[in-house]
């Protein structure tokens, strides 16, 4: 089968900016979104660094359209924001027009509200207009609530890998594609920051708790970020004379089995999905221009991929950044946020910027990019994502011979 | 896109492991919240891993074992499961913790298991198994999606032997609060008098129910799995009635194939009505079967569905506790599933004879 899946449309939202334009301005000012916690009362406050979406929920509401009553949370919110914009890039006037999806994925869900509301929704004393975030609290909530707001009923569904899970979204629905099952599927994901997030990840002690410094020798862990990012993609019949901004030609999943939250030291996991999606793509690795990297700032998942991607792509790697200090480890939606920085990557021929890399890792051989470049031949990038549990994911977005 | 079931592992509010019984003894219960009977885990796991799982996690990964088992696979080309709440009990233990001690003492092993995709990547981590491993959250369509992603994935040609499943437990906290939107009924309801309940709301339940589906068709198979179709939000009978229609016919059936039809009545009265209708006329000719008063409402009750459906056409009976009206079949070659959850997500299962 050498059927082809189109990107059309792009979308998203995070800590540095509301929608696409806003976040190639912020690249272009090199400002990163990483700060102190705003949104949310904890003790992390003024502690642990986060990249929070400059937004209340209530403005995060306008911003989505809601403009009666809403019973949406702020993972909802983000995600509708950026699936509305990805609709409106693809030129999507006609929703029914063709057999549409959408294929969401978020790890935290609706738990940002859940973990403020929980004693109350215990105590059967207190009643009050917020018990209609109950339903809310699961993870499919979001999708439906994106899907409802943009008017998808052909197929829904919802992705949880951690912090694979929007790569993942996009593959199964490029798979879909493929297989004929649909012609348009807005695939991505979405992810608020939440006290649970944050506790959680600073109990397991690989919170920095200065400015993240993904791929650097001294790096300290990551910070927590927020977020979402869809992408339109379509089969060849429904993308016919629209403008294509890239094709997603590659895709591989695998599980490194190694340790319920650790990648293994050699990275076997992040090869292995690697090695698929260049085998779906018919690429090589030295086809690639440019890699999006996982690149977390942990100690653990830098060496695990620097030792995986040296490997692969036999210590030749190419130009290579991690986007994570500009917008912080938006957990379930950094593939679907990364996704649309490959596809903007490959439209503006540009490379982003690994900021705050000083010190050369010994275990690998490759430097990151350290400044915006602009006027590059990108071609084909490499996306990776990773997440607890093995899950291990790969894209690779190629320019379209098709132009308009 | 088709593959044969040439496994299961169950473990519901039934006795359904361990035995090649098919409900002739059903266990019948006086609460409105079902919970599993469960196996003995020192036969599926080391004692002190167990001791720090959370049961969902327990359940999962002994339901898959005895699919493993039964379907004499050993290493599936690919995991996919489906959980709408994921761990539940880990989720709620941190989250109290954070709540209780104002975000300090915490430690991550609540944490770390709380994560939706922690059976499939702790069953993966059992075998050592380094394939395709997805999790699917999608409320009613958390166990629906990975048994499409099984029947794509053998399409595709990238596997075999798919593991699929479906998985989630219910706590007494969460009870509680579902509670409050109106999830369960007030009153108690025994088991064998919910189908004629008329008040809203149902009872809980939970499960953990895998499956191995087979390119090949091999010497166990229960079922041939045909077809599965997500109708999502539908406006109207006549919606619900065209888009199984249109599964059919893809198969070159009409209603009249269809033999037996396993719906997920829940003795809720305001969405009992859409069974009642396809019972009552789109397949008048087919038997009725139901099977949510033996295991209780739950977003992946779906799976506890497929394994009655695959039980059915293996042993081409069906228990007296689940049948609805009279038999009007003569043989059973095409069984449908059409289940929905909360009226929203809906999903009909096409299954039939090997």
Request: hydrophobic fraction near 35%; aromatic fraction near 8%; include cysteine.
């Given at each position: 089968?050498?059927?082809?899946?189109?990107?059309?449309g792009i979308?998203?939202?995070?800590?540095?900016?509301?929608?696409?334009?806003?976040?190639?301005?912020?690249?272009?000012?090199?400002?990163p979104?990483?700060?102190?916690?705003?949104?949310?009362?904890?003790?992390?406050?003024?502690?642990?660094?986060?990249?929070?979406?400059?937004?209340s929920n209530?403005?995060?509401?306008?911003?989505?359209?809601?403009?009666?009553?809403?019973?949406?949370?702020?993972?909802?919110?983000?995600g509708?924001?950026?699936?509305?914009?990805?609709?409106?890039?693809?030129?999507?006037?006609?929703?029914?027009?063709?057999?549409?999806?959408?294929?969401?994925?978020?790890?935290?869900?609706?738990?940002?509200?859940?973990?403020?509301?929980?004693?109350?929704?215990?105590?059967?004393e207190?009643?009050?207009?917020?018990?209609?975030?109950?339903?809310?609290?699961?993870?499919?909530?979001?999708?439906?609530?994106?899907?409802?707001?943009?008017?998808?009923?052909?197929?829904?569904?919802?992705?949880?890998?951690?912090?694979?899970?929007?790569?993942?979204?996009?593959?199964?629905?490029?798979?879909?594609?493929?297989?004929?099952?649909?012609?348009?599927?807005?695939?991505?994901?979405?992810?608020?920051?939440?006290?649970?997030?944050?506790?959680?990840?600073?109990?397991?002690?690989?919170l920095?708790?200065?400015?993240?410094?993904?791929?650097?020798?001294?790096?300290?862990?990551?910070?927590?970020?927020?977020g979402?990012?869809?992408?339109?993609?379509?089969?060849?019949?429904?993308?016919?004379?629209?403008?294509?901004?890239?094709?997603?030609?590659?895709?591989?999943?695998?599980?490194?089995?190694?340790?319920?939250?650790?990648?293994?030291?050699?990275?076997a996991?992040?090869?292995?999905?690697?090695?698929?999606?260049?085998?779906?793509?018919?690429?090589?690795?030295?086809?690639?221009?440019?890699?999006?990297?996982?690149?977390?700032?942990?100690?653990?998942?830098?060496?695990?991929?620097?030792?995986?991607?040296?490997?692969?792509?036999?210590?030749?790697?190419?130009?290579?950044?991690?986007?994570?200090?500009?917008?912080?480890h938006?957990?379930?939606?950094?593939?679907?946020?990364?996704?649309?920085?490959?596809?903007?990557?490959?439209?503006?021929?540009?490379?982003?910027?690994?900021?705050?890399?000083?010190?050369?890792?010994?275990?690998?051989?490759?430097?990151?990019?350290?400044?915006?470049?602009?006027?590059?031949?990108?071609?084909?990038?490499?996306?990776?994502?990773?997440?607890?549990?093995?899950?291990?994911?790969?894209?690779?977005?190629?320019?379209?011979?098709?132009?308009? | 896109?088709?593959?044969?079931?040439?496994?299961?592992?169950?473990?519901?509010?039934?006795?359904?492991?361990?035995?090649?019984?098919?409900?002739?003894?059903?266990?019948?219960?006086?609460?409105?919240?079902?919970?599993c009977?469960?196996?003995?885990?020192?036969?599926?796991?080391?004692?002190?891993?167990?001791?720090?799982?959370?049961?969902?996690?327990?359940?999962?990964?002994?339901?898959?074992?005895?699919?493993?088992?039964?379907?004499?696979?050993?290493?599936?080309?690919?995991?996919?499961?489906?959980?709408?709440?994921?761990?539940?009990?880990?989720?709620?233990?941190?989250?109290?913790?954070?709540?209780?001690?104002?975000?300090?003492?915490?430690?991550?092993?609540?944490?770390?298991?709380?994560?939706?995709?922690?059976?499939?990547?702790?069953?993966?981590?059992?075998?050592?198994?380094?394939?395709?491993?997805?999790?699917?959250?999608?409320?009613g369509?958390?166990?629906?999606?990975?048994?499409?992603?099984?029947?794509?994935?053998?399409?595709?040609?990238?596997?075999?032997?798919?593991?699929?499943?479906?998985?989630?437990?219910?706590?007494?906290?969460?009870?509680?609060?579902?509670?409050?939107?109106?999830?369960?009924?007030?009153?108690?309801?025994?088991?064998?008098?919910?189908?004629?309940?008329?008040?809203?709301?149902?009872?809980?339940?939970?499960?953990?129910?895998?499956?191995?589906?087979s390119?090949?068709?091999?010497?166990?198979?229960?079922?041939?799995?045909?077809?599965?179709?997500?109708?999502?939000?539908?406006?109207?009978?006549?919606?619900?009635?065209?888009?199984?229609?249109?599964?059919?016919?893809?198969?070159?059936?009409?209603?009249?194939?269809?033999?037996?039809?396993?719906?997920?009545?829940?003795?809720?009265a305001?969405?009992?009505?859409?069974?009642?209708?396809?019972?009552?006329?789109?397949?008048?000719?087919?038997?009725?079967?139901?099977?949510?008063?033996?295991?209780?409402?739950?977003?992946?009750?779906?799976?506890?569905?497929?394994?009655?459906?695959?039980?059915?056409?293996?042993?081409?009976?069906?228990?007296?506790?689940?049948?609805?009206?009279?038999?009007?079949?003569?043989?059973?070659?095409?069984?449908?599933?059409?289940?929905?959850?909360?009226?929203?997500?809906?999903?009909?299962?096409?299954?039939?004879?090997?």
């Open positions: 089968m050498d059927k082809k899946v189109y990107v059309t979308g998203l939202i995070s800590a540095i900016g509301n929608n696409v334009a806003e976040t190639l301005a912020s690249f272009n000012d090199l400002k979104g990483v700060g102190s916690l705003e949104h949310i009362k904890s003790r992390h406050q003024g502690e642990t660094p986060v990249a929070e979406v400059k937004a209530e403005e995060l509401a306008a911003m989505a359209g809601f403009t009666k009553e809403y019973k949406n949370t702020r993972t909802a919110l983000l509708v924001i950026a699936a509305k914009e990805a609709v409106k890039s693809a030129g999507i006037t006609d929703i029914k027009e063709f057999r549409t999806g959408i294929i969401s994925a978020t790890s935290v869900g609706g738990m940002g509200t859940t973990e403020n509301l929980w004693m109350d929704y215990l105590n059967t207190k009643s009050g207009e917020w018990l209609k975030y109950i339903e809310s609290h699961e993870c499919g909530d979001s999708t439906e609530a994106i899907a409802d707001s943009i008017g998808v009923k052909d197929f829904l569904s919802t992705i949880s890998t951690a912090c694979s899970s929007s790569a993942n979204s996009i593959m199964l629905g490029a798979r879909m594609i493929k297989q004929g099952l649909l012609d348009r599927v807005i695939v991505g994901g979405t992810d608020c920051l939440s006290k649970f997030t944050i506790n959680g990840f600073s109990t397991l002690m690989i920095d708790k200065e400015h993240c410094k993904p791929f650097d020798a001294q790096r300290q862990g990551l910070n927590l970020g927020e979402a990012g869809f992408i339109v993609i379509e089969s060849e019949r429904a993308a016919k004379g629209k403008e294509i901004l890239c094709e997603l030609s590659g895709y591989g999943n695998a599980n490194d089995a190694y340790h319920q939250t650790a990648s293994s030291p050699e990275g996991g992040a090869y292995l999905a690697m090695e698929k999606a260049f085998k779906v793509s018919g690429l090589k690795p030295s086809d690639i221009s440019y890699i999006n990297a996982h690149g977390t700032g942990t100690q653990i998942n830098d060496l695990s991929e620097g030792t995986a991607l040296d490997k692969m792509f036999d210590k030749k790697v190419p130009m290579i950044s991690s986007t994570k200090a500009f917008t912080g938006t957990l379930g939606a950094c593939g679907g946020i990364e996704a649309v920085f490959s596809v903007l990557a490959i439209k503006h021929n540009m490379v982003y910027p690994n900021l705050n890399h000083v010190n050369q890792m010994p275990e690998i051989s490759f430097t990151p990019v350290k400044e915006l470049k602009k006027n590059q031949k990108i071609d084909h990038v490499l996306s990776n994502s990773f997440g607890f549990g093995g899950n291990t994911s790969a894209l690779i977005f190629s320019r379209s011979q098709l132009v308009k | 896109m088709e593959a044969y079931i040439t496994g299961t592992g169950i473990i519901s509010p039934q006795k359904t492991f361990d035995t090649d019984d098919f409900l002739s003894d059903v266990v019948k219960y006086d609460t409105n919240s079902l919970r009977i469960e196996p003995s885990y020192k036969d599926y796991l080391n004692p002190t891993l167990a001791r720090r799982m959370g049961r969902v996690i327990k359940m999962g990964i002994a339901a898959s074992s005895i699919c493993f088992k039964d379907s004499n696979v050993a290493i599936p080309d690919a995991i996919m499961t489906g959980t709408a709440l994921g761990c539940l009990e880990d989720t709620e233990k941190f989250l109290l913790a954070i709540i209780d001690n104002d975000e300090q003492f915490l430690t991550p092993t609540s944490f770390v298991q709380s994560t939706h995709n922690t059976v499939s990547a702790q069953i993966a981590l059992q075998l050592k198994c380094m394939n395709y491993n997805f999790t699917y959250v999608h409320k369509y958390s166990f629906e999606s990975s048994v499409l992603d099984g029947l794509m994935t053998i399409a595709e040609g990238n596997g075999k032997d798919i593991l699929v499943g479906g998985h989630d437990e219910m706590t007494d906290k969460y009870y509680r609060v579902c509670d409050r939107v109106g999830y369960w009924k007030k009153e108690v309801v025994p088991t064998m008098e919910l189908i004629d309940s008329k008040s809203d709301g149902s009872i809980a339940g939970e499960g953990a129910a895998f499956f191995m589906l390119k090949e068709q091999k010497e166990k198979c229960y079922a041939k799995l045909r077809s599965i179709k997500f109708i999502y939000k539908p406006e109207s009978q006549q919606e619900i009635e065209k888009r199984i229609s249109e599964m059919l016919a893809e198969k070159n059936l009409t209603a009249d194939d269809i033999d037996v039809v396993v719906y997920g009545i829940n003795g809720d305001r969405y009992d009505g859409i069974y009642d209708q396809l019972k009552d006329s789109y397949f008048k000719n087919s038997t009725s079967t139901y099977f949510k008063h033996l295991c209780g409402e739950y977003q992946t009750a779906g799976s506890f569905a497929m394994w009655i459906a695959s039980m059915i056409v293996k042993t081409q009976s069906i228990p007296d506790a689940i049948m609805i009206g009279e038999k009007k079949h003569k043989q059973i070659k095409n069984v449908l599933i059409y289940n929905s959850f909360m009226g929203t997500d809906h999903a009909a299962f096409l299954l039939s004879q090997c």
